[in-house]
């Protein structure tokens, strides 16, 4: 009876894992102003010797001060798990990409770094189908045990000691990367219970 309740809740776990994977992981809140004034700067860095240059901040800051005056538009974006590795490796999200720096504490090949993160939802079925067979084999129960503690310990301490001052933008980590880094924690405290109560 203890078994099969330790395992229905390794395998509730591993639901809030898999949904989690396609909720947000980190998101970022800007305003129109804000964008603009990046490509004012842009502009005026990258651009400041082509003709055209003068024109487009001229016209861009103009465009600024009237959404000023009627009040600055605030914009959000998020990046769940499942859109990580296509949006890093297309280059169209500064947040999936300052998501991948914070998780794998470097820039260095995060192209197939990013794919990583599907590592999470199979490693959640791979612990429930090993707590099913860790009933009658403890090896099992062990492996699960050291997957689970090794993903969730890894992962809250990188966000725990991430530097800011090194990803492209300052974004904030949101509920689904949380829930999945905590739901394998869970699953590493329901093991380890079921190891130390097991005397067979």
């Not at 600024?64 to 949006?87: C, S």
Request: proline share 2%; hydrophobic share 50%; with cysteine.
């Amino acid at each position: 009876m203890k078994k099969t309740i330790f395992t229905a809740l390794i395998a509730i776990a591993a639901c809030v894992i898999i949904v989690s994977f396609f909720q947000p992981w980190a998101g970022v809140e800007t305003s129109v102003t804000a964008v603009s004034k990046e490509l004012t700067d842009k502009a005026g860095g990258e651009l400041k010797d082509t003709p055209f240059a003068g024109k487009f901040i001229k016209k861009l800051s103009n465009i600024t001060d009237k959404i000023a005056d009627l009040g600055d538009i605030e914009i959000k974006t998020q990046v769940t798990g499942y859109n990580v590795p296509r949006m890093v490796n297309s280059d169209t999200s500064k947040v999936a990409l300052s998501l991948a720096q914070i998780m794998f504490k470097s820039t260095e090949g995060l192209t197939w770094k990013s794919y990583m993160v599907y590592v999470l939802p199979v490693s959640a079925v791979l612990c429930v189908f090993l707590v099913i067979v860790g009933m009658k084999n403890k090896i099992a129960l062990i492996v699960a045990f050291l997957v689970s503690a090794g993903l969730s310990l890894v992962g809250l301490y990188n966000l725990h000691t991430m530097d800011l001052g090194t990803i492209a933008i300052k974004v904030t980590i949101t509920y689904g990367l949380w829930n999945t880094l905590y739901a394998f924690l869970f699953i590493a405290g329901v093991t380890g219970v079921w190891l130390i109560t097991d005397r067979k």
